[in-house]
């Protein structure tokens, strides 16, 4: 009996002792493959839009997976994501999902890379309600993260007096209460990602891919970029947003006069309008009609023509099979090459360019067949 428990305790010691090794090993590989990564948090807050922490949560945890997988190439995983929350528990997306994190922030330490996504919700009430995300961005940035954020997000990085002085971006549905809320911030909204030290913007929604892509690139290597994008099917090199934002100077003022006077354009801008005959309608002086024109818009009265003309020449691109020359004569303009290049300096996109992205209409095989 004592032989057989001797046996039994030494096989006990053998085997406790055998996965002893197998455990150092396994966590020698782990500390190896995480030496080779790169530590990225996304601080996550209620009224987030979930795209912009799954999508790019995939996009830099697959980065070096996907492709691999794909290819029957070794398995090499380059980043490593945190999801981190005030408290540590769950936040609900403004979409309804309730969406679990790693970690609450306190006992959170700063990483290589962190992310604020975009603020779903209310902006007001996101920013007044999370305190903890300002402060946690400012402590990131003292310890030398990269700092960066996806569309509404560059809210909170200027909540945190971190853009004040430097290039920024955000989405195009919101410069207008960016620039009101930090006027400190050089704001340049046609871009689709700024860089201004170790802060990082990107613009509106789904440009978080566009973020992803170029951290992998800044980390990994353009190569390990490009296989990203082939493996989530994403364009590389986006750099603006021109083409997504409507051109159309604001309506949103209080001079009655100078609306009533866009109200003009808007119903004639296929006809020359002149400086003198703007004024007319208004019954004010020309100098008169310019300085309220552009104290109201921003803008003067024959740039608001010149967008007005630019918008219906867009539609027509998405809607018609208008040729472009004929579009050009339709919206005002007479010079085929002179609009051109007046359309692409405010979209980004020649006519043709634009129409091939906005106007292709999706048509699959079965569209024409009843169900």
């Known amino acids: 009996m004592i032989a057989h428990a001797n046996l039994i305790m030494w096989t006990v010691h053998r085997v406790s002792h055998l996965w002893q090794s197998v455990t150092i090993v396994i966590i020698a590989i782990f500390l190896a493959i995480n030496d080779t990564m790169t530590q990225a948090t996304i601080l996550c807050f209620d009224q987030a839009l979930a795209t912009s922490i799954i999508g790019l949560s995939d996009l830099l945890a697959y980065c070096g ?43 959170w330490q700063p990483t290589e890379i962190v992310i604020v996504p975009t603020i779903g919700g209310n902006i007001e009430k996101c920013l007044s309600s999370n305190p903890d995300i300002t402060y946690y961005l400012r402590t990131a940035h003292e310890h030398g993260s990269l700092v960066a ?3 509404t997000g560059a809210f909170f990085l200027a909540e945190a007096g971190l853009l004040n002085g430097r290039e920024a971006t955000t989405h195009w549905g919101f410069v207008d209460q960016f620039r009101k809320r930090y006027p400190l911030v050089d704001l340049r909204p046609e871009k689709l990602l700024t860089r201004s030290g170790s802060i990082l913007c990107s613009a509106g929604g789904h440009a978080c891919f566009d973020l992803g892509l170029y951290l992998i690139e800044r980390y990994h290597g353009r190569e390990q970029a490009i296989k990203s994008s082939k493996s989530f ?18 309506k949103h003022h209080r001079d009655d006069l100078v609306r009533r006077v866009q109200d003009y354009i808007d119903q004639h801008y296929q006809r020359a309008l002149s400086a003198k005959l703007l004024a007319d309608q208004a019954g004010l002086t020309e100098r008169t009609l310019l300085r309220r024109f552009k104290k109201a818009t921003g803008d003067t009265p024959a740039a608001y023509v010149q967008s007005v003309r630019l918008e219906h020449a867009r539609h027509l691109l998405e809607v ?25 300096r405010k979209t980004g996109l020649n006519p043709g360019q634009y129409r091939d992205r906005y106007g292709a209409r999706f048509r699959l095989d079965g569209d024409t067949q009843r169900a």
């Not at 190439?73 to 679990?100: H, K, M, W």
């Not at 005002?332 to 609009?339: I, T």
């Open 65 to 107: 997976i996907t492709w691999n997988y794909i290819n029957q190439e070794e398995i090499d995983p380059r980043f490593e994501v945190t999801l981190a929350s005030a408290n540590g528990g769950a936040i609900g997306c403004v979409n309804g999902i309730q969406l679990a994190v790693h970690q609450r922030l306190r006992d």
């Open 149 to 151: 954020s996806n569309c």
């Open 233 to 250: 099917v994403l364009d590389m090199g986006r750099t603006r947003q021109l083409s997504y934002s409507p051109l159309e100077a604001s």
């Open 320 to 344: 018609s099979d208008l040729g472009i020359a004929e579009i050009v004569i339709q919206v005002g303009y007479e010079d085929l090459s002179s609009f051109t290049k007046l359309f692409k």
